[in-house]
């Protein structure tokens, strides 16, 4: 059973900026993928940036050049660094953690809001 805990969420005006992080209860080494995701009011989750073990990371074209995934792997932590956030940046951000074993299984976060006021 893997844990993930988000903070970092909060209130910001256009153009600021914050720093998520998800702390995750097992070696996030060893995890197949992590990354996040959002939701918005009346709208599907979307996928926000995603990494697949050390490689590179995929992000939504939407956030392109303005949030940066990052990883601590001492620190078992990943991190999603927002900056010039936009009102449509509003939505409730997951992490998630794809873990091995005989299936793999994706882990959530509880979620953390982010609401950009313009």
């Known amino acids: 059973q893997v844990q993930l805990v988000e903070s970092g969420g909060g209130l910001v005006q256009a153009g600021g900026s914050l720093r998520l992080s998800c702390a995750a209860s097992?070696?996030?080494?060893?995890?197949?993928?992590m990354g996040w995701y959002r939701q918005a009011p009346g709208k599907e989750r979307e996928l926000v940036a995603a990494t697949r073990g050390g490689g590179s990371t995929n992000y939504a074209d939407s956030v392109k050049g303005r949030f940066t995934f990052s990883r601590d792997n001492a620190k078992n932590t990943v991190y999603l660094q927002m900056n010039s956030l936009k009102p449509e940046d509003t939505a409730v951000y997951f992490c998630?953690?794809?873990?091995?074993?005989?299936?793999?299984?994706?882990?959530w976060g509880q979620g953390t809001q982010v609401t950009v006021s313009s």
């Open positions: 097992g070696n996030i080494f060893g995890f197949n993928a």
């Open positions: 998630y953690a794809d873990v091995p074993g005989y299936y793999s299984r994706r882990y």
